[in-house]
């Protein structure tokens, strides 16, 4: 089965959903290409409202897949954060790693009761892969941070909730239902959901910068 990024339109959403499922969704370079177009689509079309960006068969994703990805993640994550409009994450299962990063830069989190976020990435687990660790630190208390952070560790839903992370809560497979309700609820504005708070243009600075600190390290320790 082929490692891709389904995109499809409900109504006036573009969902985008990580199809990889004998890895569980982890993300190959071609995915994170594809989610790079898909966003630049999406600001392009005016009758889009907003992105849901979720994963096949119960799970989110569990991480990179192969390490020449974390380039074109790193592209992903930053448009992520820039696109207009809004981008909703529905979260099923596991987030882990590059998968943790891409939930955390959307602007609004729907999580399962089986959800579960961990900040360290499998395949590259020195590396703050996709800047999730810094994302996390952006949103989370310092000690809960440090929690998902560690290898075994991790936040549940319920907890990201009280934490004020996750938006909102669903059963398990009700995720993309629960986000395209969400925005639905939303009012329309005839142009799309913007993000009401956009990056402070230093912390856009800092993350570009910390990314690119994160492909340094790859890079030299392949040439080593």
Do not use: Y
């Not at 959403?13 to 990889?20: E, K, Q, R």
Request: overall charge negative.
């Amino acid at each position: 089965m082929s490692a891709e990024l389904r995109a499809e339109r409900q109504g006036d959403c573009l969902v985008l959903t990580l199809h990889h499922p004998e890895s569980r969704n982890a993300l190959t370079a071609a995915m994170c290409a594809a989610g790079l177009e898909a966003l630049t689509t999406a600001q392009r079309d005016a009758d889009i409202r907003a992105v849901v960006l979720t994963g096949a068969q119960g799970g989110f994703c569990s991480g990179l897949h192969q390490p020449d990805a974390q380039g074109g993640l790193h592209d992903w994550i930053l448009a992520l954060r820039d696109c207009e409009p809004l981008v909703v994450a529905a979260i099923e299962g596991q987030a882990r790693g590059a998968g943790a990063a891409l939930a955390l830069a959307c602007d609004l989190l729907v999580a399962a009761a089986d959800a579960r976020l961990q900040l360290r990435d499998p395949l590259l687990p020195w590396l703050d892969v996709g800047g999730a660790q810094w994302l996390a630190s952006h949103l989370l208390p310092r000690p809960a941070c440090n929690e998902a952070a560690l290898p075994g560790f991790g936040l549940d839903a319920a907890r990201l909730h009280t934490l004020g992370v996750v938006n909102r809560l669903c059963a398990p497979g009700l995720g993309l239902q629960t986000a395209l309700a969400l925005i639905g609820a939303l009012p329309a504005t005839g142009h799309g959901l913007h993000k009401s708070l956009p990056d402070p243009q230093a912390q856009a600075s800092e993350l570009h910068v910390h990314l690119a600190q994160q492909a340094g390290i790859v890079q030299a320790g392949s040439t080593s």
